[in-house]
């Protein structure tokens, strides 16, 4: 497949004419062909009124529209076939299972959102209705359901280019509320991007939506994602990515004569608690799961488990040795882009070089360019409560653990962490009381929280939060996996006394899409 | 009833140490005994410290517990009697059946999200169960509720001494949430305060929960209100005052190292769109109803009708002499503060001194002092559309009559409007067709949509949405009355593989709450 490097806007393909971008190979650092134009601020003007345009049309398309367009979308992704997973490789080091798996992962979740939208909960379709009668002021009639916020921007993240990026969780949970998508593509894979995008603009031609429902840009510097979220035609946004970038934006998002939420999800170190039991039964088993979740993906994970928090004594230093061992033994492994590669050896030697931290173990030695060697660190409780660099995400496959000298000190460690996304613990039934004693605050600072496993692996589904407290993301009452994200681009309105004639269709009387309702503030399920 | 001027922390009653605040009549101007006491930044670290500590233990309550904490705080507010009643109607100046009727919202409110958390569905509550056989990957289990945010900041509301104050629906829908609540007295109804807040704190030691679950501030200056929503132990706040008062609270939240969601309801103007067949067959009834709601509790609502758009001709003239005519007769009332008579008065005199509006009838002079004018004036599309101050609001009972020269000016003219708690249309069915033109519009920028009457009168109830886009609250996608509120002070935990033994009870396999539960995506009711 022949690519253009063109911006997609609405249902135009033009060539950018504010500079140039070009994938790299992640593996050598060397140009690949086409250069992908990067948008001028015109290009961006006319992507938000396109999507401006198309939002009052966009949001009232009914459940079979929309999700047949959630549907399409995802057959065309499919369609694309090994072109894509090919060019995906070649942009972003990732090996091809990976990729594969996260073509199934991006296409289940579109899928997933298309049977969310059939569902129709999401509307959150509420009746109160009139009391004529009621004393001594008769009660008018009340009706609630949600709608889209408006377009939304979505920024690609360089560690997903399929499930995160411009087919990603945030464009499928944005379309499915309603909202019009401009996805700024993230540069390190600008090929897989228009790929998808073309997918997604030819999508929208065949169902006959408008055409401004989907935009694509590229952005040769930062006035496009700036641009985008100051556009006062933006009324949310979704990214993932670094804690800077997060804040960035969400500084100027607040900035805005109208603020708008920027729904960012930035950094965590995903802690992980050995308890006494756990570690004694089965620490050496623990080890070997926790380094393959450690170097998984080169640990390119918001979900990596960065941080280990166990009883100082033999058990654990028979696991450090299991651990340290695995690591050993691991083969570097080629990250998403040369400079998250530089960056991922700068912080390691950071974390080695801090103050009573001893460097357990580094993987073995890169046979290629660009490759992240794995890292292991121990510390102790001390060195740790007093250094708040050691709070900091390293984004690769490296991780410290800290020895405590009881569990109260451990929950005392817990209680000065930030928000983090995944918390695990590690424990046997011997345990359980003492993990019990740890819940309130994990609870307090994690979106979920594991016992037995480790965070990466985040499933698509109904149960899941991909999402906490601040700085973890920017907003911890959203998810940015599984349905539930898809409340973070709605808002409620409510309609008194119209007559029916004026109802939208999920507030009519009879009910016409058979939807479940609180009536009276009592779900009813449709019969 | 005997006032102490005291501070309530926790189950302490104490003399605040940095300086005192006096009610005054408002009426007369003069103070009202007692002396209240300002806290201190020691009693508010003490108010947050207490708050922190029993937030754990609060938010685990069950169904039961809770519910009737709430079911006894509206109880004790009924049993405080009459002192409540006359004591507000000298703070306040709001006559006797508003402030019994205030009552009557505030504690029926209470009670009714005692019934929101017996009935549970607000934890949203959702399993994934474990597929072991699942190929190529087994899928975990997986888990979600919602849990509270934690301790919440609470602004009480000048226009609302009940009903958005120490008990009202922030307090309300914080506290059945899960999250404890340090209030910040409005300056203006400190005795008010007193009485309601010591209902609460009494209602929380007859439950049994703990202290820091209610603690009542006042404030000599600033200090504390910036205070509290700096303190890292505050995860929210709600407020509901001028559009300077909550941008002052949303600066200080987001500048926060973490920051937090402040929900201000702040301003707006809540337009009114008379359309041609309802002028011409019903103009002067509208007009009527129109005066009614304009200077009902002398303007000061937030759903006060400040802005009225109708096609120029005879029909607009006719309701323009019966508008004038009744606002002609309406007799000068009592404000809320010589503050916010003042400031009412500067700004109608404002709007009169504006190029190209015309005043068309104040109210009758005032028979005492502090008392407010309403006032009518009436301007052209031109004039309106090039000046902004127009869309400012004015608290109190003051209203622009916009003359549009035709429809497609009045939809361009409600597109530059900023966001809305409410909008009403005024039609006959002929208008139908037109009306629907201008709800995408009206949708896109208002919390609320009427038919055929007025924004004041906010129905508690489960479909009600008194919310709306920036600047009009904060964050427009919530609501500040009605069941919908508790979703303000929820965040979702997602709990993966967790034995049984360490689940909450919302959560576990046998459903012990009785909870409705969404079961792999569905919604099943319990039985």
């Not at 939420?261 to 799961?289: C, D, Q, W």
């Not at 230093?317 to 080629?334: G, K, M, P």
């Amino acid at each position: 497949m022949q690519l253009s490097g063109n911006l997609l806007i609405g249902r135009q393909s033009v060539f950018g004419g504010n500079g140039t971008i070009h994938a790299v190979h992640a593996s050598t650092g060397a140009a690949i062909e086409p250069a992908f134009g990067g948008a001028t601020l015109d290009d961006l003007d006319r992507a938000c009124a396109l999507a401006w345009a198309a939002f009052d049309t966009y949001r009232e398309t009914g459940p079979d529209v929309r999700a047949r367009f959630l549907e399409t979308i995802a057959q065309k992704i499919v369609d694309i076939g090994d072109d894509l997973i090919e060019r995906c490789m070649a942009e972003s080091g990732l090996p091809r299972t990976r990729l594969e798996g996260e073509r199934g992962r991006t296409v289940g979740q579109l899928r997933m959102f298309a049977d969310v939208v059939r569902d129709g909960d999401y509307i959150g379709a509420r009746v109160d209705p009139a009391q004529p009668e009621r004393k001594p002021l008769p009660r008018v009639d009340l009706r609630l359901r949600h709608i889209g916020l408006g377009p939304v921007a979505v920024f690609g993240a360089s560690n997903f280019p399929l499930a995160f990026s411009v087919a990603g969780g945030d464009t499928a949970s944005a379309l499915a509320a309603g909202c019009p998508v401009i996805v700024k593509a993230h540069s390190a894979h600008p090929g897989t991007s228009e790929l998808v995008g073309r997918a997604i603009q030819q999508a929208v031609v065949d169902c006959a939506l408008p055409e401004g429902t989907f935009s694509l840009l590229f952005d040769s510097g930062r006035d496009v994602g700036q641009g985008l979220i100051k556009d006062h035609r933006i009324k949310a946004a979704g990214f993932t990515g670094s804690r800077g970038g997060g804040m960035a934006l969400m500084q100027l998002a607040v900035a805005r004569p109208e603020p708008i939420p920027v729904y960012a999800e930035m950094s965590s170190i995903n802690p992980v608690l050995l308890f006494p039991h756990a570690l004694k039964n089965r620490g050496e088993t623990i080890a070997g799961a926790f380094v393959s979740s450690l170097v998984l993906g080169a640990g390119q994970f918001c979900t990596n488990p960065g941080l280990v928090f166990a009883v100082d004594g033999p058990e654990l230093d028979a696991f450090i040795r299991a651990a340290a061992a695995a690591v050993e033994n691991t083969a570097a492994q080629t990250m998403l882009t040369p400079g998250i590669r530089r960056a991922y050896e700068n912080a390691v030697e950071r974390t080695g070089a801090q103050e009573a931290v001893t460097t357990a173990a580094r993987g073995l030695d890169p046979t290629a360019g660009h490759q992240g060697r794995s890292a292991l660190f121990v510390t102790s409780a001390e060195a740790f409560r007093g250094n708040p660099a050691l709070q900091e995400e390293t984004f690769g496959a490296s991780s410290l653990i800290v020895r405590v000298p009881t569990l109260d000190v451990m929950l005392e460690l817990i209680e000065s962490l930030e928000g983090q996304l995944t918390s695990a613990l590690h424990i046997d039934e011997a345990d359980y009381a003492d993990a019990r004693r740890m819940l309130p605050a994990l609870e307090r600072r994690t979106g979920r929280i594991l016992v037995n496993g480790f965070g990466t692996g985040v499933e698509v589904g109904h149960a899941m939060v991909h999402g906490g407290p601040y700085p973890s993301t920017a907003d911890g009452r959203s998810t940015s996996v599984g349905s539930l994200a898809i409340h973070r681009f709605l808002r409620p309105v409510s309609y008194q006394d119209l007559p029916e004639a004026l109802l939208p269709d999920a507030l009519k009387r009879d009910n016409p899409l058979g939807l479940n309702r609180r009536i009276d503030g009592k779900l009813r399920l449709a019969t």
